[in-house]
């Protein structure tokens, strides 16, 4: 099978990190790979250069919200289409977001961003996702499930490594929240939750790393908003006891097996994508959506019951090792090679 992949990021960190990994693997699957990098970020640009790239092929690999151009010349071809997304379907974000954006004075979506990625899915034969949250909001927009795959994220082990929780004869008790988006991952909860399980104790610290302007911080609550690389990243998450993910809409977190693998449980809710790989009380703790009272009781728990807060942390990095890449990967080769069976190549 001849499979056309079309990319307009490629950057060995963050969303362009996890595009080299589809490549990878669809240089793994043993089909021949047709790759084009094309330099425009706009998406509506993009999709437009994009489109004059597509070549006779059997399989078109795109992203949604950048390839109604390149679906409607690939389909001239006779080719399928497997669009990939890093989130939830649009029409879900858009539902479950627009009133906590509105709350911010935000929107969603950039202007004409949701029409046109809302022309796509209709096109499109296969989609690529996350996680198994993320493939049931496809679901439920009525697409069937055979037609959607998913491949959670990996996490490299050899980089992101176990570490010793901190000397709590010196320093506090730490949570850490890292949301390029505060409003997705669940700020709105994150606060009050924090207040009320720690409103009388002082010996804690919510390390809040955020590129949004949150305002009103009380002492215990220290936001960064300086760039990291992938170092000091890892350094942070040996500095703090655990993470808290306390997502309203995501697609999978990449922030919740990377904690793991520092051996830091993470508090993850029950559409946080990365709920695929947690197992409640085991390896981290998995909260329901917007539920203060339950996000501020797990928090408090770890701070309370610290013992069993440092065995579960071991528990995640065992669950982390088994979430490499190459899992990922793998993943990747079975949706093509299951497209490749249904089209008898």
Not at 241 to 268: H, K, N, Q, W, Y
């Amino acid at each position: 099978m001849k499979v056309l992949y079309q990319v307009n990021l490629d950057k060995p960190e963050g969303p362009g990190f996890v595009l080299q990994q589809i490549r990878q693997a669809l240089e793994d699957s043993g089909h021949e790979l047709i790759y084009h990098y094309i330099p425009v970020r706009d998406p509506l640009a993009f999709d437009r250069a994009a489109s004059k790239q597509v070549v006779p092929c059997d399989l078109l690999v795109s992203g949604v919200g950048g390839s109604y151009y390149q679906q409607l010349r690939a389909k001239r071809y006779g080719a399928k289409v497997l669009l990939t997304r890093f989130s939830p379907h649009h029409a879900f974000t858009q539902r479950v977001l627009a009133a906590h954006y509105a709350y911010f004075g935000k929107r969603v979506f950039g202007e004409g961003q949701l029409e046109r990625a809302l022309q796509e899915y209709p096109l499109a034969d296969y989609h690529l996702v996350l996680s198994s949250q993320s493939k049931q909001t496809y679901v439920r927009e009525g697409i069937a499930a055979d037609r959607v795959f998913v491949a959670n994220l990996g996490v490299d082990t050899d980089f992101f490594t176990e570490c010793s929780m901190p000397d709590h004869t010196s320093a506090p008790f730490r949570v850490l929240f890292i949301a390029t988006n505060a409003i997705r991952k669940g700020w709105r909860y994150l606060l009050p939750a924090w207040e009320q399980a720690f409103h009388d104790i002082e010996d804690v610290e919510l390390i809040v790393k955020s590129s949004m302007e949150l305002a009103n911080l009380n002492p215990q609550i220290r936001p960064i908003t300086q760039w990291f690389d992938m170092d000091e990243l890892r350094d942070l998450y040996h500095h703090v006891d655990i993470t808290a993910l306390p997502s309203i809409e995501d697609g999978f977190g990449a922030t919740v097996l990377e904690s793991m693998a520092c051996g830091r449980l993470p508090i993850v809710t029950d559409v946080t994508g990365a709920a695929d790989v947690v197992t409640d009380g085991s390896d981290g703790y998995i909260v329901p959506v917007a539920d203060v009272d339950a996000l501020a009781e797990a928090l408090y728990s770890c701070y309370a019951d610290y013992m069993r807060t440092i065995a579960m942390g071991r528990c995640a990095r065992e669950t982390a090792e088994l979430h490499p890449w190459s899992r990922f990967r793998s993943d990747v080769i079975r949706a093509v090679n299951a497209i490749a069976k249904q089209k008898g190549l």
